[in-house]
């Protein structure tokens, strides 16, 4: 292979995060950078997410750039391919595509100490690649790996199978025998859609959640002009979602039984979408709303009401050649199988291509405490390595974009931090990530994701919530919006020189 590239900074994945990382160290002046990406085109899960009904389910006024308003959302929820469009357009518009490499994986990254660089493994079209990178900025995202589930039988299954993330549109589902794994975000909307078309379909439910009525609607002709002409209009309807959003957060951190209001609005939902009792009860969660993450649909529970709906709550014992089998020994026949199953979230699978300072693999040091770094970003032990949407960075009642700017802010005032003060590397105190743990710990105790009564991924192995923020987000802002530095060892040669705090 030949000598590795040498670029200041390299960027992992080319969704949200990634192209804000992109857009705002150009800004910067950082522009000696690469976005790896091992998709064939930036946009991230709504890139990949294509499967019927995708939507998000934060109002696009707010589920966007900060310093990209579009004034031509077309609905207050935007579809998919809607918000893989604005993607695409802003990276056009911001002149920093030349420097994204599509199709292409990273395999692995290691801390040189002696070069003081990050040595980046990649695979692409033409095939391996190194680099060797100054910072290694890591937004690959936490719902990026698709989890199927462990079924004994499985791997036998001879019908079609796929992940709602990894839809596969070359099969045709009209009339066909389908069965839906999982009722979890994603399920809640392909579900309605395949009700339409399929024969007959089975929705195989775990667990239910709290789901709450859809405020939908579509902008008019008029909104959109007055968007396009007075962006100050279209900031101060930003400014109102943003308000309302965080107004919920106390009900999620503090105030649990707060939550109360939402659970009359969900049973009030399941009462509008389903007559039969039996079902009704079904789907009638027995535990605090909030612990999962609320799901909003005006569609679900009509679908799960269709003549040519089951929902099987029974679990699954098997699952044969054709068909699936649940534990009181009914085997329901089936063409098509998919599974919206959810990603590994607790333990990111990228964790295990990432070795630090001291020869460890990140998945390796999360595997003895759970998923720990400083403000959610820095890790001890991984000198100049960012993550964005790291641990405890995720939301359950406001927009990700907010926190994923929020993160940027801070690793270009890093990056400036190390250009101004000729640092080689920086990493933040074992002390410092410790202390901040521990806060996040204490605040995590009252929440409703910790006293809700149910078991949700946002849980490792410890029982620890690793992975929501447990606060407003506007001091998460206020946490990252300098670069704190005597927060960090730092380096100016191959010699640790200076230690700060
Ligand atoms: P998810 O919320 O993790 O749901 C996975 C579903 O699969 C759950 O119902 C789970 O049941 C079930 N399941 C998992 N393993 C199973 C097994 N072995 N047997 C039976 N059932 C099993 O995944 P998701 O729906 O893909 O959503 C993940 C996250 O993506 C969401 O929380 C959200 O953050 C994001 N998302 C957002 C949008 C949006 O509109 N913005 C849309 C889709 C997804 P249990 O509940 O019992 O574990």
Redesign the pocket.
Known sequence: MSSPQQVDHLVVGAGFAGLAAAIKLDEAGERDFVVVEKDSDVGG?WHV?TYPG?????PSQL?SYSFALNPDWSKV?SPQEEIWAYARRVAEESGTLDRFVFDTAVRDARWDDEAQRWIVRTQGPSGEKEYAARTLIAGSGG?SEP?L???EGIEGFRGEIFH??RWNHDVDLTGKRVAV?????????LVPELQQVVGHLDV????P?WIIPRNERSFTGLEKSVFQRVPGAQRALRALVYATLESRAPAFTRFPQLMRAVELQGRKNIAKGIKDPELRAKVTPDYRAGC??ILISNKWYPALAADNVDLVTD??TTITGDAIVTADGVERPIDVLV?????Y?TEPPIAQHITGREGRTLADVWDVGGMAAYKGTTIHGFPNLFQIVGPNT?LGHSSMIFIIESQVRYVVEAAKAMRREGLTAVEPTQAAQDAWTAEIRRRMRPTVWQTGGC???YLDKFGNNTTLWPGQTFTFRKHLAAFDIDRYDVRVSHHREAVHA
């Not at 195989?204 to 667990?207: A, D, E, L």
């Open positions: 899960t997410n995708a939507e998000c389910d934060v589920y929820y719902l989890r589930p462990e079924i709602s993330a794994i999982g009722t979890g975000a994603s399920a809640i909307q195989y439910q775990r667990t959640n999962k993450r679990p699954i599974v919206a199953t959810g990603f979230v995720a078991a949700s991924w």
